[in-house]
């Protein structure tokens, strides 16, 4: 083990110093100018010259008082929650059934992964195209059941559900993969104890499984919480967050008060940015210190 | 007996990767068959249109994301290796800190991260560059990479650091020629997940680029969308070849990828 000699630390600190400066430069630079650009009131002539009057917290003011806010607020935490409840349920049950290695049970279990690698523009556009009301193919499924056409992204009762189910489907590779190798981290032992003592399937499942996978579900689910609240893209790209804000999220009103607008309003838009930066920031402490948890135990 | 299981197992992905299949019959499907209903299921009168006009307007774009990934890996790994080995071996005061300055980092939504970027790049004119494209999209992959280049280093065993010191060698030496060399399966996990994460990166092209003469295949795929909503066969096909990355991917690395996603949540 190399010492603590003060020759140790300067070699310690040189290989360190690329990465030190780097998040200085392009983590906590970025982060300052975004809470700097919130606390002031910029233009478009402003934000160009760097003079815009330091306005305190109005932006946070005006972002509360918006009417975008309630609904925008509402759709994350649905968005979030079912997003969740459905990306882990359905990841659990596919791990538990993967875990039982049947034949080409590994192949598979890889091709789940597909939809976690689709670069997300792809799932976006083709998850657009098949809720498409006319010519989509979920319609055409739903109609051969008998279910009328359904304005998947052009209704402002489903949009919101279309952006979620495609979430979901993006999900479950990942819950999937996580949970299974959680699942390998059980004994058999255990299982065959519990066989022995007459637990069916069931009942070995509720009673051994999932009390064992807690601290790996509890992870998981923390670690979706902070990935979730991050999505953009894929709202972005399918609804725009519309028809009329019925699928805006915090991440993308934020984007389209900084980007989406012909005349953009920074100020607001980083205020919209910090208030989801301090959920994201939240439940990542509450993941990092179970996760430390974990680890000392 | 055992079959039966393989059977479901073989409809439960058929259903999971029916939009994957979807994309690329669509993207085989003649215009006047587009609005057909039913749609085929098939694309048994297939066409290659679609490619067709991948091949006339979208390949700078393929291009401009090539080297936007490839920057990404690059710049990634020569932040992230020596900072991982300076963690997981030479005990650095503050280190602890740091390594949760990196925990935190990982959290922040990139949407944040492109308004403070927009707001530095337009100032210091690499607004709409493929080297400001490169620096944003490498912070998707740097605090991961040192998470998983750490994780990996601590278990390099002592003795075999102990021996090139004992023949000479100074830390740098070590680095380069003993831990380096034996840390390539994580050096190939971060290389592919830093260049699939630039190659799918929408975020920073469409704030940080949207104006660029050189866009990235994200932003082609986008204008697509927005400007010509009939040609979906073309859409879906700038689709498929945009996956590809993905795909050889999962191919030639299965098991760094599924190690990678495990790594981030279940390592410490």
Avoid: C
């Amino acid at each position: 083990m190399a010492a603590r000699t003060r020759s140790g630390q300067w070699a310690a600190w040189a290989f360190l110093a690329p990465v030190a400066v780097y998040l200085l430069v392009f983590y906590a630079y970025p982060l300052y100018r975004n809470v700097e650009l919130s606390l002031r009131n910029y233009t478009v002539r402003s934000f160009v010259q760097g003079d815009a009057p330091f306005t305190g917290f109005a932006n946070y003011i005006k972002i509360f008082g918006d009417a975008t806010f309630g609904p925008a607020l509402w759709h994350t935490v649905v968005f979030t929650v079912v997003s969740l409840a459905f990306q882990f349920g359905i990841g659990l049950a596919l791990a538990v059934f993967f875990s039982r290695n049947f034949r080409l049970s590994a192949t598979l279990r890889a091709l789940f992964l597909v939809p976690w690698l689709l670069p997300l523009i792809v799932s976006a556009s083709t998850w657009s195209w098949m809720l498409n009301s006319d010519s989509g193919v979920i319609n055409v499924v739903l109609g051969a059941f008998g279910i009328d056409p359904v304005n998947w992204l052009t209704s402002p009762d489903w949009s919101l559900w279309s952006v979620t189910i495609a979430n979901i489907w993006i999900g479950i590779p990942f819950n999937l993969v996580v949970l299974y190798s959680g699942l390998q981290g059980i004994s058999p032992a255990i299982y065959e104890a519990a066989a022995l003592d007459g637990a069916g399937g069931w009942q070995r499942f509720w009673k051994v499984t999932f009390p064992l996978l807690r601290p790996v579900s509890a992870i998981t689910l923390l670690l979706g919480l902070v990935y979730t609240l991050k999505v953009f893209d894929l709202i972005w790209i399918m609804t725009k967050g519309g028809p009329s804000g019925s699928s805006t999220t915090f991440a993308t009103w934020s984007y389209r008060l900084g980007f989406g607008n012909l005349v953009p309003s920074f100020g607001p838009g980083a205020a919209v940015g910090n208030l989801l930066i301090v959920m994201a920031l939240i439940f990542g402490l509450i993941y990092i210190r179970v996760q430390r948890r974990q680890a000392h135990t | 007996m055992r079959y039966w299981k393989t059977a479901i197992g073989l409809v439960l992905t058929g259903v999971m990767l029916f939009p994957v299949y979807w994309m690329i019959n669509v993207s085989f499907t003649r215009d006047t068959d587009m609005r057909k209903s039913p749609p085929s299921w098939f694309p048994v009168n297939g066409t290659l249109e679609g490619y067709r006009a991948v091949l006339d307007q979208q390949l700078p774009y393929l291009g401009v994301s090539l080297v936007v990934g490839l920057g990404t890996v690059a710049l990634t790994l020569l932040v992230s290796a020596p900072a991982a080995y300076s963690l997981a071996k030479l005990r650095p005061r503050g280190g602890g800190v740091l390594g949760f300055v990196l925990l935190i980092a990982q959290m922040i939504p990139g949407i944040i991260m492109a308004m403070g970027f927009y707001a530095i790049f337009l100032s210091t004119g690499v607004l709409n560059t493929i080297p400001g494209l490169i620096v944003a999209d490498s912070t998707l992959a740097v605090p991961f990479a040192v998470l998983i280049f750490t994780a990996f280093m601590s278990g390099i065993p002592e003795e075999l650091l102990q021996a090139a010191r004992t023949d000479g060698a100074g830390t740098f030496r070590t680095f380069w020629s003993i831990v380096l060399p034996v840390s390539r399966n994580s050096i190939i996990t971060v290389s592919l997940f830093a260049f699939l994460w630039a190659w799918s990166d929408f975020v920073f092209a469409s704030t940080l680029d949207q104006g660029g003469d050189h866009q990235p295949i994200t932003l082609g795929i986008y204008h697509y969308i927005g400007n010509n909503n009939q040609q979906w066969n073309a859409i879906m096909a700038t689709a498929v070849i945009a996956s590809i990355p993905a795909t050889i991917l999962l191919i030639i690395a299965q098991r760094y990828v599924a190690a990678g996603v495990t790594a981030g949540a279940v390592k410490d």
